[in-house]
């Protein structure tokens, strides 16, 4: 187990090393002109579930850590809610660097640092990998062979599906992104049923 602990600390450092040297990201200009960080992820080395965001905002960038602001906020209250810890989970983003003016991640983006989440993986070994938003959830579903139950976000949230990681079977999971319940209460709502359903998976 020690052995273990280590070799996953090591292999996730050497991923976050190589995010902060990637000067070909076409993000890099625009994280070192403004201090910012690189956001690799957080949580248990051996967590049974995985939240995959879409890209750190300001003030992840300014912290290095994912979710810690509005969406953060929200992330925790229902992470509680559910009667899941956050220190039990990992969570982490498709897009390691903050894109300018919290946009919408572009494809250019997401291909520059979508291997990255791939290794943080197969390094983990998740049961259960949940997509927050509609392009984290579209990219495991399709990463995961379920590229063909792609569907919206509005129809897939809060659906169990069985996809294929490199390592065996892993259970995915769509839901809303966290942010769209900072101001729709309804959508919130409908995140938390779905937060109860993951609770049942683990
Ligand atoms: N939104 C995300 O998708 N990720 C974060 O880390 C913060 C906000």
Do not use: C
């Amino acid at each position: 187990m020690e052995e273990e602990k280590q070799k996953r600390y090591e292999a996730l450092k050497q991923i976050w090393d190589e995010v902060f040297a990637l000067t070909t990201s076409p993000l890099y200009e625009y994280r070192t002109k403004n201090n910012y960080f690189p956001v690799m992820g957080e949580g248990s080395h051996f967590a049974p579930i995985i939240f995959v965001g879409e890209a750190p905002g300001r003030n992840e960038a300014i912290q290095g850590r994912p979710f810690v602001g509005a969406a953060g906020k929200i992330l925790n209250e229902l992470l509680e809610k559910a009667g899941i810890k956050r220190e039990d989970v990992y969570i982490t983003n498709i897009v390691k660097d903050r894109p300018p003016e919290n946009r919408d991640p572009l494809p250019s983006e997401i291909a520059a640092y979508s291997g990255f989440l791939d290794r943080q993986i197969m390094i983990l070994q998740p049961k259960v990998i949940v997509g927050l938003g509609r392009y984290s959830a579209k990219y495991v579903m399709e990463k995961l062979g379920l590229m063909d139950k792609v569907e919206s976000i509005s129809l897939m949230h809060g659906r169990v599906y069985e996809g294929e990681a490199g390592y065996g079977k892993v259970i995915v999971v769509p839901l809303y992104h966290p942010a769209v319940a900072v101001y729709d209460p309804r959508k919130k709502s409908e995140l938390l049923k779905d937060f109860l359903v993951l609770k049942t998976l683990v």
